[in-house]
């Protein structure tokens, strides 16, 4: 089935640095989703990026489709302590229905 | 608002016991999915089911079995549950029959099995 790698699976960083995790598949994706899940909360939906060499951004997180649409990577500049959480890519895989793979998540640490 | 429920919080079961999980969703959409969370190991799809009595296998079904009778309903069931089922279950909810769209989570089910 389909499956996605995710890394790093931690990040620790002094806030006010930047933070990236990367997301990859061994096959073409139609799209690729960001999910962001607070310490004890649930995944909240961030974006979804669907063309090949998308670049999407919200403040100071930035999201980006490779041109082979087999990769993303979400990008936060000048972390803050509210940006901690586990941030996961999404994918979907087609079985009968449409079903959405996560990948492991990265954790991030914030320290002020 | 999209509102996805899932029924308890917290629970604390015994092996062998019989466990149900409930999840409605209240926006009329035809897919929905159950999650198991593990630390290290992200979330891993049960089950999903794109419409009433319809249901697929995801990569973690062992020991576990679905119903949905009803579009806004999906229920997860542990038939004799085991410690190795001790975990956080999400559930899901998402619009539409194409390859598209955000998923909808619920607060989450953290199951304990004693």
């Known amino acids: 089935g389909q499956q996605v790698m995710q890394i790093p699976q931690y990040q620790h960083v002094q806030e006010g640095e930047d933070f990236t995790t990367y997301c990859n598949s061994s096959?073409?994706?139609?799209?690729i989703q960001w999910y962001k899940q607070r310490p004890g909360g649930h995944p909240v939906f961030l974006i979804q990026l669907v063309k090949s060499g998308e670049v999407k951004k919200q403040k100071r997180l930035t999201f980006q489709f490779g041109e082979a649409k087999k990769n993303s990577s979400l990008h936060i500049t000048a972390t803050q302590t509210t940006d901690v959480g586990t941030y996961f890519c999404a994918v979907p895989y087609r079985s009968g229905g449409f079903k959405t793979i996560f990948g492991a998540g990265t954790r991030l640490f914030v320290k002020a | 608002d999209v509102k996805v429920t899932q029924s308890s919080r917290y629970l604390v079961k015994r092996t062998g016991e019989k466990v149900f999980l409930e999840c409605v969703q209240d926006?009329?959409?035809?897919?929905m999915f159950w999650y198991r969370q593990d630390p290290g190991l992200g979330l891993r799809l049960i089950y999903f089911s794109y419409d009433v009595k319809m249901k697929e296998k995801g990569d973690i079904p062992e020991g576990y079995s679905v119903s949905r009778e009803k579009k806004e309903r999906f229920s997860l069931i542990l038939e004799s549950a085991s410690t190795n089922q001790t975990s956080m279950y999400l559930c899901?909810?998402?619009?539409?029959?194409?390859?598209?769209?955000?998923?909808?989570f619920g607060e989450g089910s953290r199951l304990t099995v004693l």
């Open positions: 096959t073409t994706l139609s799209n």
């Open positions: 899901a909810s998402r619009y539409g029959r194409y390859d598209t769209g955000e998923l909808f």
């Open positions: 926006m009329d959409h035809e897919n």
